[in-house]
Each structure stands twice: as structure tokens, then as C-alpha cells.
């Protein structure tokens, strides 16, 4: 291991801790990430992380922290030793993440203790069904889609905010069912509670919010409406607090909602890309998933994955943060040749599953179990919306003549829609 200067230990925390906290780590803050779009800030903090890897010979570095113990992962190797080593020695459980998440998902299953988090898991794998391309209740999963769909389809041009409306409308019916499709209150809850969580320790608990909040996701899932998850849930054991896990999944389908955004964004930019897509007849739409993946690739959803150690380790004393940068593992030049490119057939070929570090989902025994739910939900609703219809950027944000920018904020991306062909 490798300790780092001062100034060192300045510079990550400037370039890689501050702009994450500050474009909002539980809840994007539009405003900052445009900001973050127009300086490209993480193009520096990647080509930072490059030169410490350089010089330390890919060694973790210890960070230069106050009252703290916080090693920096610097290779692709390392990232894939901590990832699969949760929860022991690496827990993915850790002080940051107890003090954001415990604002609205305190009994979550990232932040639960070790005697809990085995039964928490198992929970949100036998409802999430990860591994599974196909969900057991993808055939009504993909019926509410489709008709969520429809609404998006009949708009001329697409926003964020239009398309946010929509996404969270089709969100609420596959979570609870379509009773609660118009329950903007439930998710406007969640917004205000992740706002604070943005804040961690800083920012006081709002407990009245949050059991208004969790009793709202108790009434819905209450109703275990035939072809939602809830009726899954129901069928399930009662001793895990459902609402929490609910509340984390929510959470997680607001980053699969950029994820979606950016993938249009990339198929509008990249024409050919976009004909292969719109002809994908595949039943788990393959290659749509595969444009989904590589937006995750070029534009991390969590910039910052944490581990903390469970005891004296390698990296340092029990307790020790350890960090690992996503946007640099996932655009390392040195390694990939296509770090700035839009190649889904890295997801397809086996390139993607040959790098350790490529982890758009995690990765280990902590990966999200909502992946392959979220890659459904994803590419079914693009292969709709590109169903006979092309989607153009009049900004031109993106060109697949260029390096593809390190930064791209999904909020004010704005799309016209045209008939196919025309």
C-alpha cells in the first residue's frame, strides 16, 4: 500500500469526493449537474486518478484523512478483490451509507448488520428474481409498459420532464399495481427524504415524514395487486421490513430512469446503433440491454462505490472507507480501447464481463438485485418508444464522431420524435 501526500489527498477529495457530494450522491441536483456537464468535471478527475494509478504502481493509496482510515482502489484487479470480499472483510454497509440511506430506508438491506442483512437479502432475491432476464411476472410487467408507453409516444418532443411523468407513473403500477399509478405523493415523498439524505449526518432525520412516507408504501403494498411486485411480495416471508426495501428499490429506479434517458440519447446520436435496436425481436431484448449497460458504463448512476472493512485488513484497520472511483475504471484509456466509444457489443462479445471493474451494477455477493428488473423495465419501454419512431437531438449534445463527454446531465437532454424513415 501507498500513502498519499497531502496535496495528494487534496486532490481527490476536490476532484473525485466534492463534485459527487455536490451533484447529489441519494438525489441529483439538476442545476449542479449541468453545471458539472458544461465544465466536464469528471474528464479531470479520471485523468487525476490515471496519473496517482502511474505513480503509485496501482498500489491502494491511503488517503490522508483526519480521524479517519480511507484507502483509494487504483487498479481493476483490487476493485474485483473488495467487491466479491462483501460482507466480510468489505461490507458494503458503512458509516456514509447509514447516515444518508437511514433517512428513508433505515432498515434497508445495505446498511443492515451482518445478522440481519442475510435474511434482507434473500428477501430482495426472491422478489427481484436477479440472474433471471426474464422476471416471473414479465409478461403483465411488460402489458403496463407498453400502455405507459403509448402516453410517451403521442408526444412530439420528449423532456425530462415529460418523460420523468411518465416513468414514474409506469414505476408506481409495477411496484404497487395501478391502483397507485396516480400516488405522486408517495414518490414526492421519497424526493424530499432522499434531498436530505443528499446531506447524510448533516442534515437532521425527518422521522413524521418518513412514517408517512412508509406507511403510504405499507398501504399499497397492503393490496398485493395481481401482477405488481407487491403480490410477490406478499408471498413471501413477513419477518423483513418489506417498506424499506421498497423504499431503496424506488430509489433505484430514479438512477434507471437517467439510465434510460442517456440511452436514448446515445441511440439518437448513433443512428445505426438506433435501427438495430428499434429491430432487436429478441425476447429479452439483448442488444437494447446492452445500450442500457454501456450508458451505465459511460455515465456511472453511482459514482462512488463503498466498502468498509469489518476488521484489520490490508487496506487498513478495521473501520477503514475504501473508494473506488467508477468513471475511471469505466473510461480507463489504458485499458479499454473503447473508454470514450458507444460499443454495446462489449455486452454481447464477452469484453465487458472479461474487466473486473466494469461494474455498472456492482458486482460480488452485494450486487444490485434489481439489475435484470431494471434492464427489463429499460429496454422494454425504449423498444417501445422506438417502435416505428426515431428520436433526434436538435442540441446535438452527443456525436459519434467524438469522444463521447465524461459528463452528460439527463435533465435538460430534449428529443423530437419522427416517424421512422422520414
Known amino acids: 500500500m501507498s500513502t498519499a501526500s497531502v496535496a495528494e489527498t487534496a486532490k481527490v477529495a476536490a476532484g473525485v469526493v466534492l463534485p459527487s457530494i455536490a451533484e447529489g450522491v441519494i438525489k441529483r441536483r439538476p442545476t449542479v449537474l449541468r453545471a458539472a456537464q458544461l465544465l466536464q468535471l469528471d474528464r479531470p478527475s479520471v485523468r487525476m486518478m490515471e496519473r496517482l494509478r502511474d505513480k503509485h504502481g496501482g498500489r491502494p493509496l491511503r488517503l490522508q484523512v483526519p ?3 480511507v484507502t483509494l482502489a487504483l487498479t481493476a484487479e483490487d476493485v474485483a478483490t473488495v467487491l466479491a470480499g462483501a460482507p466480510v472483510p468489505f461490507s458494503p454497509s458503512t458509516v456514509e451509507k447509514d447516515a444518508a440511506l437511514g433517512h428513508f430506508q433505515p432498515h434497508g438491506v445495505l446498511i443492515s448488520d451482518p445478522a440481519r442483512r442475510a435474511g434482507r437479502r434473500r428477501f430482495n432475491e426472491e ?4 440472474g433471471k432476464a426474464l422476471h416471473q411476472l414479465a409478461a403483465p410487467l411488460r402489458e403496463v409498459i407498453v400502455d405507459e408507453a403509448a402516453a410517451l409516444r403521442r408526444s412530439p418532443t420528449l423532456s425530462w420532464d415529460t418523460f420523468a411523468q411518465g416513468w414514474w407513473r409506469l414505476v408506481r403500477r409495477v411496484v404497487f399495481g395501478k ?3 396516480d400516488d405522486h405523493t408517495v414518490t ?3 424526493a424530499r427524504l432522499r434531498l ?5 449526518y448533516l442534515h437532521r432525520r425527518r422521522d413524521g415524514l418518513r412514517e408517512e412516507f412508509t406507511r403510504r408504501l405499507n398501504e399499497h403494498l397492503a393490496r398485493a395487486e395481481p401482477g405488481s411486485l407487491a403480490e410477490v411480495i406478499a408471498e413471501v416471508d413477513g419477518e423483513t421490513p418489506a417498506a424499506d426495501q421498497v423504499a431503496h428499490w424506488l430509489f433505484a429506479f430514479d438512477a434507471a430512469a437517467m439510465v434510460a434517458f442517456r440511452t436514448l440519447a446515445l441511440l439518437a446520436s448513433h443512428p445505426e ?3 438495430t435496436a428499434a429491430g432487436d425481436a429478441s425476447p429479452e431484448l439483448a442488444y437494447l440491454r446492452a445500450c442500457a449497460l454501456e450508458s451505465v458504463r459511460l455515465w456511472p448512476t453511482t459514482p462512488m462505490l463503498l466498502r468498509e472493512t469489518t476488521h484489520d485488513t490490508a ?3 478495521a473501520g477503514t472507507t475504501i473508494l473506488v472511483f467508477t468513471p475511471f475504471f469505466h473510461r480507463d484509456r489504458a485499458r479499454l480501447s473503447y473508454a470514450d466509444n458507444f460499443t454495446p457489443a462489449i455486452w454481447l462479445d464477452g469484453r465487458a464481463a472479461a474487466e473486473p471493474a466494469l461494474v455498472p451494477f456492482s458486482a460480488g455477493p452485494a450486487i444490485c438485485p434489481g439489475r435484470d428488473l431494471v434492464l427489463f423495465t429499460v429496454s422494454t419501454l ?5 417502435r416505428e419512431r426515431e428520436y433526434r437531438d436538435p442540441a446535438a449534445t452527443l456525436s459519434p464522431a467524438d469522444p463521447l463527454p465524461a459528463t452528460l446531465d439527463p435533465f435538460h437532454l430534449k428529443f423530437t420524435a419522427h416517424r421512422a424513415g422520414e
Do not use: C, I, K, T
Open 196 to 200: 436530505d439524505a443528499n446531506w447524510a
Open 382 to 386: 425504449l423498444s417501445e418508444l422506438l
Open 67 to 69: 480521524g479517519r482510515s
Open 315 to 317: 487496506w487498513g484497520p
Open 188 to 190: 414526492d415523498l421519497l
Open 273 to 275: 446503433a438506433a435501427r
Open 127 to 130: 422478489v427481484l428474481e436477479p
Open 179 to 181: 391502483a397507485a399509478q
